[in-house]
């Protein structure tokens, strides 16, 4: 029988390039494409993933599961984006993607009853018994700032890139520098927050209370409330490092109705680097979590689990400051 390897072989490319071209992606040159469809007409080869299930016992199909009430959703620039990088390394190995919804049974029961090989948790609340469930059954897992046990988890380092962006402030001159923080109850809050802490103590900057808020979503509309009440202290921050880009538009609008100016009296960083970092005014300093890193990695270390080789139970993936004009020299 002729499978995707010898198909390779015929028109001189790597698997991978094989498996772009049936999965209709893009970035295949059309003369390649051209040269592997016809060798696939010619040898009558047919992706038949119900025989590839009988012969190796297994369906080839990987879930996805966040947790609907999280109001994340997929649209997210940093989930769609982890994502999508994750949906093309694991079609790569050969599995199909299908999306697992909780719905009336469960998450748990539901990819049992889909039969997947393994699963991709995007979004997870901890207090949900279900999904905590679905950890603990046999599926194999992983996940993204969800830490839990012994699920491998791959995620950004969110205390260098918080140290990062506090020593880029402490070296404008800033001393009153604030943080609107994530959730405590998640991975990104607390270690966010921690990575803030170190690097105002490094500097022999004494931590503030007054300039630390704990925001309860990952909003503008948190971003915005925060920055507010930043605003009316007697002696108001002079910069503000933001648990994410999404909120900072939020803390942007906050000191624009105030009559002061992001850049110029306020210096704000995020923490992202979304799509729309790059297009605010001013453009917006933030640190950029590397999105594709995390989904290709994620996708490696599930095809492992699911063929039972050893993983590592965390992957730090590092963190970079993008500069922009949203951060000054205090004045």
Known sequence: MVDI??????????????????????????????????????????????????????????GIVYSEHLHIGLEHNYFSGVLEAFKREIEQFGYDVVFISGGDIGYLKRCQVRNVDGVFVVTADMADTDLTALFDSDIKCVTTDVPYKSIPLVYSDNKQGSILATNHLLELGHKKIAHIGGPLSTLAGSERLEG???????????????????????DSQSGYECMNRLLDLPQPPTAVFVMCDLSALGVFKAINERGLKVGEDISVVGFDDIELASHTHPSLTTVRQNRKAIGRSLAQILDRRINNKKVEERTLIPTQLIIRSSTCKVK
């Open 5 to 62: 390897r010898e198909i390779a072989r015929l028109a001189g490319v790597s698997t991978a390039t094989v498996s772009k071209v049936l999965n209709n992606y893009t970035e295949v040159s059309d003369a390649t494409k051209e040269r592997i469809l016809k060798i696939v007409e010619e040898v009558g080869y047919i992706p038949n993933s119900s025989a590839r299930a009988l012969s190796t016992k297994r369906t080839w199909l990987i």
């Open 196 to 218: 803030y802490k170190e690097a105002l103590l490094s500097s022999g900057v004494a931590f503030n209370e007054d300039y630390y808020i704990e925001a309860m979503e990952f």
